[in-house]
Structure formats: C-alpha cells, structure tokens
C-alpha cells in the first residue's frame, strides 16, 4: 500500500472517531407538547372578558367559577382595601393560577356587578377581584367543581358568590 493511501485510511478513521454524533433538535412547539400543560395565568387578548358563573360544589356549596367551570380561591394573604395580590412568586402561581381579565370587562350575569373588579399585578396583567379579592384558580382542581384547594393551609378559600369564604 503506498503512503498516500495508508495516510488517507488513517485520515479517514480519525475522523470518523473524532466527529461528534448527531444531535436530535426538536421544535418549540414540539418541546411544549411533550412537557405538556403548564399551569399559569393564561395569556389575555386585546378584548377578552372574564366569564364568571355561579356554580354548585358538592363540597362547599355555591361558588364563584370560571368559564370551564373550575372553582375560584382567595388566600387571606393578599390585601383587599385597596386590592393588593401576594401570589406573584412561580412557586405559587404554579399552584394558584391567577384569573386575568382585561380591562375590567366581565360576563357575569349571575353575579353583584359591584363586587367584580380587577387589580393590574407587576407583571402589567389584570387580576379579576371578586368583593375586592384577588382569585385563583387551584392546579388540583382536575375537573368542573372540584374544591381541592378549599382550606389549603388554613388561607386558600372557594369564594361565594358574595364574595366571602364559601360555606354550606
């Protein structure tokens, strides 16, 4: 074998053992798909409403619900003369997603008209109020009418359609 040949072999080997594997990438949206849902508060378009309705819990009676149905909290933490939300921390509002609306505009035909309004967090989002309330809605809640997060560490409450502590 010539030299020119065994230094072209050798070339080839080195290369073919330095090269560095592949890389497997994957898109933005295929990395969310495979985290799967995320809780947070959701993004608030230009003219969303916040849909607010009355709701029965089998376990705490009449409660104040959002547009899937899925029960509101309040923490006793925050302040509520004049609104003040202390749930601004990811390790809270993982757990208790705040409810955003936009502008103060709500559909909530079975609700005081005078006990709704908003609060603008740092982030710049509005938080809906309920009898001057910041409220969340609790990750456990799996389905339309849990109260998993009713009494959570003694300060996480469904709120009532008069905007206190729900109770049977």
Do not use: N
Request: some cysteine; proline content about 10%; overall charge negative.
């Amino acid at each position: 074998m010539s030299r020119i040949a065994v230094f072209a072999l050798l070339l080839a080997c080195l290369g073919a053992c330095s090269a560095e594997p592949p890389q497997e990438t994957a898109s933005p949206e295929a990395l969310e798909a495979a985290a799967g849902p995320v809780a947070g508060p959701a993004v608030v378009l230009p003219g969303d409403i916040a849909k607010l309705r009355v709701e029965q819990s089998p376990a705490v009676g009449p409660v104040v619900a959002d547009r899937q149905h899925y029960t509101l909290y309040f923490t006793t933490d925050d302040g509520t003369d004049p609104p003040q939300p202390t749930c601004l921390e990811p390790e809270c509002t993982l757990v208790w997603v705040p409810l955003l609306a936009k502008g103060g505009q709500f559909d909530a035909p079975s609700l005081d008209r005078e006990l709704l309004g908003t609060v603008r967090r740092p982030d710049g989002t509005e938080q809906v109020t309920i009898g001057g309330k910041p409220v969340y809605r609790h990750v456990d809640d799996e389905q339309a009418g849990d109260a998993v997060g009713h009494g959570v560490d003694g300060k996480w409450f469904a709120i009532s359609p008069a905007g206190t502590k729900a109770t049977r």
